[in-house]
Every structure is written in structure tokens, then in C-alpha cells.
């Protein structure tokens, strides 16, 4: 069965700090992964996917298929990048399969 | 307005009332969605319309009703809800479901809660 897992609720780190938010999938095709945040008082939106292998804000991720990994990572973490980020899998039909979403906390 | 609105942001209803959440994407796209988000779980797919016709029923319970009269307008009819129901109802549309290319640009979402 597809499954997305994020195994953190909550990760805090102090301003300038790496941060690495976990995303493991579960799918028997070729996964495509994507990452989402939602901001305070702001609507779900995307932030990265992997097949762009583009860098957003800082953040990159990369498909891991032996680890079956798509970790988020950012060297430098900055107060406005606090958020809820959810790492998604896309399967066929347009449907999204979201993990349970890591909130994010930068603390100055 | 643009992208994807969705009415009303809050909703409180009785376990016999009949209500409906809209959708409306002013994004040209042919694809819908609704999206169930409870407090302590993942996002929940529930359907899924491409040109007008539903592709995808996740399993969803018939006390919810989807209608999507045109690519732009997505209803989801509520009738005898449970107080389980009470959860974040999120609209997202895309170009298409045929890729992964196709962005899902999402609502801000309805706050029902079901007494």
C-alpha cells in the first residue's frame, strides 16, 4: 500500500541552524515526491518537487530509492521558514498521498 | 479573486442538518479535489473530478455528496454528518491528473464542526 511517513511532529532548531525534515514513502511504482508547506494563516502550497531538482528558498530535497527517502534540507535555517511542511507522493490519477506533516519551529 | 476560493471558511452544523461547501477555481484548470484534514492525521484525498467527472471515490462515506457541475465549481452536499466528520475541508485544482507536472493549487479550506 502507499504510505508516506514523517516521523518528527515538531522539530526546533535555533536560527542559522541545518535542518533536515524526514519524509519515507511506500509505493511499488516509480514515486514521484513533492514537498508542501503551509505558513501561518496561509494555504497548503508547493514548495519543491523532486523531478525539478530545483532548489527553493534555500531548501532542497533528493529522492533516495534504496532508503526509499525524500528528506528536506536547508543549511541555514531562518526565522520565516517556521511552518507546517508536508512531503507528499503523487500516484496515478492525480491523487496525493500526504504524510502527517512536520511543524517547523526556528527560534531566533 | 483568484485561485482557488472556497465558502464558507467556518461551518457549524447539526447531525441532521444538510449543508454544502463550494469550491470555485478562476485558474482555468480541468481538474478538482476535496481533501478531508482531522487533527492528527494526514491530509485525506476524498475525490477527485477531471472534466467534469468524478475519477476518484476514496472510500468516502455517502453522507458526503460531490458535485461538479463545471470545470471551475466543486460542491461537496454534507447530510446527516457525525461529530467525527468535524475536520478541515480543503479544495485543490490542477492543469490535469494525467502527470505529476500538474501542480494542486489549494483552498484556503472550510472549518466544519458537526455537533
Known amino acids: 500500500a502507499q504510505r508516506v511517513t514523517q516521523p518528527e511532529k515538531l522539530l526546533s532548531v535555533f536560527k542559522g541552524a541545518p535542518v533536515e525534515l524526514k519524509c519515507n514513502y511506500s509505493y511499488s511504482g516509480s514515486p514521484e515526491l513533492f514537498w508542501y508547506v503551509q505558513y501561518s494563516r496561509q494555504r497548503l502550497q508547493l514548495l519543491l518537487r523532486h523531478i525539478s531538482r530545483e532548489s527553493i528558498k534555500g531548501f532542497t530535497a533528493d529522492l533516495n530509492k534504496g532508503e526509499t527517502s525524500f528528506h528536506l534540507k536547508k543549511p541555514f535555517a531562518q526565522e520565516e521558514d517556521s511552518a507546517m511542511y508536508y512531503c507528499?507522493?503523487?500516484?496515478?490519477?492525480?491523487?496525493?498521498?500526504f504524510g502527517q506533516g512536520t511543524e517547523l519551529s526556528v527560534k531566533p | 479573486e483568484t485561485g482557488v476560493t472556497q465558502t464558507p471558511r467556518h461551518l457549524v452544523m447539526g447531525m441532521t442538518n444538510k449543508k454544502s461547501l463550494k469550491c470555485e477555481q478562476h485558474l482555468g484548470h480541468n481538474a478538482m479535489y476535496w481533501y478531508k484534514q482531522s487533527a492528527k492525521k494526514p491530509l485525506e484525498l476524498m475525490f477527485v473530478?477531471?472534466?467534469?467527472?468524478?475519477?476518484e471515490n476514496n472510500s468516502v462515506p455517502s453522507r458526503f455528496s460531490p458535485e461538479c457541475p463545471n470545470s471551475s465549481h466543486l460542491f461537496l452536499h454534507l447530510h446527516t454528518l457525525q461529530p467525527e466528520d468535524s475536520a478541515l475541508y480543503l479544495c485543490?485544482?490542477?492543469?490535469?491528473?494525467?502527470?505529476?507536472?500538474?501542480?494542486?493549487?489549494f483552498g484556503p479550506g472550510t472549518r466544519l464542526t458537526v455537533l
Open positions: 507528499a507522493l503523487w500516484i496515478e490519477g492525480g491523487k496525493l498521498i
Open positions: 473530478y477531471n472534466f467534469k467527472e468524478q475519477t
Open positions: 485543490a485544482s490542477s492543469q490535469g491528473t494525467s502527470g505529476s507536472i500538474n501542480e494542486q493549487f
